[in-house]
């Protein structure tokens, strides 16, 4: 689980992390839940779920 694993970094480190994950999802056979509000980094995912309020919205 991460929550705002890239929120302070800059754009260069936000891609090295999201490697990371995807060598961690692909090699080693693990799900990742993250949450962010960087919308280039979910764009990269797999799969978005889009909450307001505690409630899944999309």
Same mark, same amino acid.
């Given at each position: 689980?991460?929550? *705002?694993?890239?929120?302070? &970094?800059? %754009?260069?480190? %936000?891609?090295? !992390? ?5 060598? &961690?999802? *692909?090699?080693?056979? &693990? %799900?990742?839940?993250? !949450?962010?509000? $960087?919308? =280039?980094?979910?764009?990269?995912? =797999?799969?978005?779920? *889009?909450?307001? $309020? ?5």
């Amino acid at each position: 689980m991460g929550d *705002e694993p890239t929120g302070n &970094l800059d %754009s260069n480190n %936000s891609k090295n !992390v999201f490697q990371i994950f995807k060598q &961690l999802k *692909e090699e080693q056979g &693990l %799900s990742l839940l993250v !949450v962010t509000d $960087d919308i =280039d980094f979910a764009k990269r995912t =797999d799969r978005i779920i *889009e909450m307001d $309020d505690g409630r899944i919205i999309a």
